[in-house]
C-alpha cells in the first residue's frame, strides 16, 4: 500500500514505538470486543464507502472538538488559545486513520502504530511528533468517552452509498468493535505497570 507524505505519520517505520502487546493477548483482545473475519470483511467496505468522505467526516468531528471548549483545550497553546497548526497536522493524520482502520491489515505494524498513538496522547509523547507547547496530556476518561460520538457519527457517512440496512449495519458494527479495541490498546501507557 503507498502511503502519502503525511508529516509525523510513521505507520511501518522504524520511529514507531513497539507494542508491548503479545499476539495471545491481541487475539484474546478481538476475541473480547467479537470481532471477526466477517468484521474485516466489513471494515474493507466502510473503506470503500468512506474513502471519498473523509473530509466531511473531519469537518464533523473538528466542529465537535472545537464547539467544546474542554476538548479543544488539549490543541490549546501557552495563551490557551488554539493552535490552527497543530490542529491541522493532526487532522491530516486523523483522516488517514480513518483509512487505517478500515483498511490496515492488523498485523504487528498496526499494533504498534495503535500503542504509538496512545503514547500520542498521553504526556509520554503527546505535543512532540509536531513539535507544539501545547496541554501536556489527554485524560483517559475522554479517550473512553470520545469512542461514543466517533462511532455514532459515522453511521450516516456509512449510508450514503445505497448499501443495505444489514450491510451497514455490519460496517457499522465492526467500526465499534476496532475502535473499542483500539481505545484498549491506546490505554496502555495509561495503566500502571502489570494493571493493563
Ligand atoms: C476514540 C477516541 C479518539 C480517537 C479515535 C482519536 C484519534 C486520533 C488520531 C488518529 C490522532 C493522530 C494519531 C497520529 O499521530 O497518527 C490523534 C491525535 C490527537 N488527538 Fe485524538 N483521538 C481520540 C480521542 C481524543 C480526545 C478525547 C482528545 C481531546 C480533545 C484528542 C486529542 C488529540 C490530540 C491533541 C492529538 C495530537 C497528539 C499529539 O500531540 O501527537 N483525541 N487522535
Not at 471548549?69 to 501557552?78: C, D, K, Q, R, T
Not at 498496526?110 to 504509538?116: G, S
Request: hydrophobic share 35%; glycine share 6%.
Amino acid at each position: 500500500m503507498s502511503t502519502p507524505q503525511i508529516p509525523g505519520y510513521t505507520y511501518g517505520t522504524p520511529a514507531v514505538a513497539q507494542a508491548p502487546v503479545s499476539e495471545e493477548d491481541f487475539e484474546l483482545l478481538k476475541k473480547t470486543v467479537l470481532f471477526t473475519d466477517e468484521d474485516e470483511r466489513y471494515l474493507r467496505m466502510a473503506g470503500e464507502v468512506l474513502a471519498d468522505q473523509v473530509e466531511e467526516i473531519l469537518d464533523l468531528w473538528y466542529n465537535f472538538v472545537g464547539s467544546h471548549p474542554h476538548l479543544v483545550y488539549y490543541f490549546s497553546g501557552p495563551d490557551g488559545q488554539p493552535l490552527a497548526d497543530y490542529l491541522e497536522a493532526v487532522r491530516k493524520r486523523f483522516g488517514q486513520w480513518i483509512l487505517d482502520t478500515c483498511t490496515r491489515p492488523y498485523d504487528r505494524d498496526w499494533l504498534n502504530y495503535q500503542y504509538e498513538i496512545g503514547l500520542r496522547h498521553h504526556r509520554a509523547k503527546k505535543n512532540q511528533t509536531d513539535g507544539v507547547s501545547s496541554v501536556p496530556h489527554i485524560p483517559l476518561r475522554y479517550l473512553v468517552a470520545f469512542i461514543y460520538p466517533i462511532t455514532a457519527t459515522i453511521r450516516p457517512f456509512l449510508e450514503k452509498k445505497g448499501h443495505s440496512p444489514e450491510d451497514v449495519d455490519k460496517m457499522h458494527q465492526a467500526w465499534f468493535k476496532s475502535l473499542v479495541m483500539q481505545v484498549a490498546l491506546w490505554s496502555i501507557p495509561y495503566a500502571k505497570e502489570g494493571d493493563w
